[in-house]
């Protein structure tokens, strides 16, 4: 399931009741095919419910509706700039089902979210980028912008639901992706950075006279990986051991770059995020989605 933020916490899920009672939010477990005749029948019945409430609620004053039919309404406008889809932006949410029941909550866990505004649902990337920096808006979420039928078993959304967001944007920055491209651009104008056709940018360290690698030869390396602020994510040179890898077997950028390279050689590359690890890099390591990588590689032997 793609939640806001990747996934929703492994936590419970309350509601205050008008009593002021806190009411366990229930959790559904679904059948393991999202399109079996169980859940076709659930996600009909909650589109259904979520179609009518979004076509009453759309009457009411202040509300707006987009031509996806997203509908907003301004509950405080903000005066800064508003965020791209390429954007990472920061806020703070609360959730609901269309029925009054909250299901999470930045503020209930006292820290603001950020994620890049084009790794999350459909309707929070449209919404986000109608909001100027400060602005607090209430979506209101048809289930097609939302989750659909790719909900979390044993979650609290079903299938279907169209869905309620408070969402004030505190803030944005660039991606991570958009970094890296502006660093890019800014290293091939350094003298002895090479680029190649797929984007890949290169400078000899020392050039080697042996062979050249094909793509289904397995290499013997040294290596060591940072970021482009510098900072080390990974290095065999530090663990003492060289690194043994068939090289059609690893990121593209590695693959096309140690072609370049004859045995005895030190590149370093500069690898743009699509020939690295894009949008999915191991999750909770030090590469955040869309990251540029730098690697210095020697290049010992050819194994095979």
Known sequence: MKSIFYLFPAVLFFVACSSGEVKEVQNYDLPNSA???????????EKAAGDAFLVKNKQKTGIKTTTSGLQYEVLKEGSGAKPTAENTVKVHYTGFTIDGKKFESSLDQ????????????KGWTEGLQLMSKGSKYKFYIPTELAYDRNVQTGGPILPGSALIFEVELLDFKESEKQIGLKFLEQNKKKSGVKVTASGL????????????P?????????????????TKFDSSVDRGTPAEFRLDQVIAGWTEGLQLMPVGSKFKFYIPSELAYGDNPRERGPIQPGSTLIFDVELL???K
Not at 35 to 45: C, T
Not at 214 to 230: E, F, P, Q, R
């Open 301 to 303: 032997e050819i194994k």
């Open 214 to 230: 094909s793509a289904s030869n397995t290499v013997k390396v040294h290596y060591t990986g940072t970021l482009i602020d510098g």
């Open 110 to 121: 006292g820290k603001p979210v950020e994620f890049p505004l084009n790794r999350v649902i």
């Open 201 to 212: 940018q290169y400078e000899v360290i020392k050039q080697g006279a042996g062979k050249k």
């Open 35 to 45: 399109d079996s005749p169980d859940v076709s029948k659930i996600y009909a019945k």
